[in-house]
């Protein structure tokens, strides 16, 4: 299998990530229309949504005919994965009414992916996908040319899928003053509300919709894909037929990963990102930053992600981050983090941050949909044993019979390792290309195209 350079290089930046009511297979009523005064219907006999509004109106980019995607996965080798394009694709700009953490009235921005052409007239089940981290504030997936957005193209809407995906709060259009970062509370309703404005944008651009709604994310996204699908079972039944939720690479467990001794790979970008959102939801991570992270990063860090202007390279070359002189993940968080502050959080089951984070966990709940789980045994980001394997026991306790998991590592070593294999020697080339890119490139194609796998069970 050719490596994916020319289409999927990006996403190792895209989609990297800390450590990227009722189910039923029955077809729901679909979205009926736009109601006075901007709110949009159900078309449930539910009362309108507050929020999930358009902007302003729905924007067709461009479209992406079957040739142009086949070619481009040919090219890149992901149409071993993807398979070849059923339909045509056009990229529609979403600008939406949604609300912040402590339920501050704001927008957010993403993309409509809408199947079309003639062998493509049904109408169309909706993904909702949830990105993976993002140190950009500018970067929007309404955008072709974007790698995650082809991800999705390829992988979904090429085969018949209606795909939403968010920017997130504090991105690319969003007024909102910061992103917060694995709050699970707000990344569901951002997600929910990009389905609702999802459901008026396709009346507009002349789609329909079949009125299944399945949820997927990867990485940061697998965290707030399952957030959703959690409210949308539970406090939106009546509105959305939820059919199926495939979660991807996403830290569930953030609490328990808190506790361990041993840094992530991207420990430097991830961690600060958690405790500056989790200190500006709740308050009570620090009084003095400076009991938090070393000098000179504790001048400069509070508001430094996402940027305006740096990428995960150059947060490091020009110092706004330790790594650029090769620092291990362990490294890295001792020149950034004060050690006292870093004991206390892995030793004292009161620590503020540790508490946060277990506010923010994804335990507890039955979902209602066929569910699954993907990850990669090898993933140095979002370690299955840390967040996977103890989410699927916690299901497994209460008698949960909708979930199942799937180990995508074999595949990766099959297709990157040397030999078939993962490589051993940590001091190789070979090893740190091959775990450097296990996350963010080589770990996503192959849990999308499980995750179509379940839906195409449904759909």
Not at 147 to 167: C, K, P, R, S
Not at 189 to 203: G, K, N, P
Not at 323 to 329: H, I, L, Q, R, S
Not at 433 to 442: I, Q, R
Request: glycine share 10%.
């Amino acid at each position: 299998m050719k490596r994916f350079n020319h289409i999927l290089g990006a996403v190792a930046t895209a989609c990297l990530l800390a450590a990227c009511g009722g189910g039923g297979d029955g077809g729901g009523s679909n979205f009926v229309g736009v109601l006075p005064g901007g709110g949009t219907g159900t078309g449930t006999g539910q009362p309108a949504p507050s929020t999930g509004a358009l902007k302003q109106p729905a924007v067709v980019l461009t479209t992406l005919t079957t040739a142009q995607i086949d070619a481009a996965t040919a090219s890149s080798g992901l149409q071993a994965i993807s398979g070849k394009a059923k339909c045509d694709v056009s990229v529609v700009a979403l600008d939406y009414t949604t609300l912040g953490p402590k339920g501050e009235n704001t927008n957010a921005s993403g993309v409509l992916l809408v199947p079309s052409g003639a062998a493509c007239t049904a109408a169309a089940p909706l993904v909702a996908y949830a990105k993976g981290t993002d140190v950009q504030k500018p970067r929007t997936l309404a955008n072709p040319q974007d790698a995650e957005t082809f991800l999705l193209t390829a992988m979904y809407a090429a085969q018949g899928y209606a795909v939403v995906a968010t920017d997130y709060l504090g991105y690319a259009k969003s007024t909102f003053p910061y992103h917060p970062y694995l709050h699970a509370d707000s990344e569901a309703r951002t997600v929910i509300d990009s389905l609702r404005a999802a459901r008026v944008a396709a009346i507009s651009v002349g789609t329909t919709l079949s009125g299944k709604v399945m949820f997927t994310g990867y990485s940061q996204g697998g965290h707030s894909s399952m957030a959703a699908h959690r409210a949308a079972e539970r406090d939106n039944a009546g509105e959305f037929n939820v059919v199926a939720g495939a979660h991807l690479a996403g830290p569930y467990n953030l609490s328990g990963s808190f506790k361990l001794t041993n840094a992530i790979a991207g420990y430097q970008f991830f961690v600060p990102f958690i405790v500056n959102t989790y200190q500006k939801v709740y308050g009570d991570v620090y009084t003095d930053i400076n009991t938090v992270y070393k000098q000179p990063y504790a001048s400069n860090i509070e508001n430094l992600l996402p940027s305006p202007t740096l990428t995960y390279s150059t947060l490091v070359s020009t110092g706004a981050l330790p790594g650029a002189n090769g620092e291990t993940p362990a490294q890295a968080r001792d020149a950034l983090f004060q050690s006292a502050f870093i004991t206390d959080v892995q030793t004292n089951p009161n620590n503020a941050l540790y508490l946060d984070a277990k506010k923010n966990d994804l335990f507890g709940w039955n979902p209602k949909a066929k569910t699954l789980l993907c990850g990669g045994a090898g993933d140095p980001t979002v370690p299955p044993a840390v967040h996977l394997v103890p989410m699927k026991a916690d299901f497994d306790s209460r008698g949960v019979t909708t979930v199942s998991t799937v180990d995508v590592d074999a595949q990766i070593q099959a297709a990157y390792g040397p030999g078939g294999k993962a490589p051993t020697d940590p001091t190789s080339a070979a090893f740190a290309t091959y775990y450097a890119s296990y996350h963010g490139t080589y770990e996503p194609p192959f849990c999308h195209a499980r995750a179509r796998a379940l839906f195409d069970t449904v759909k």
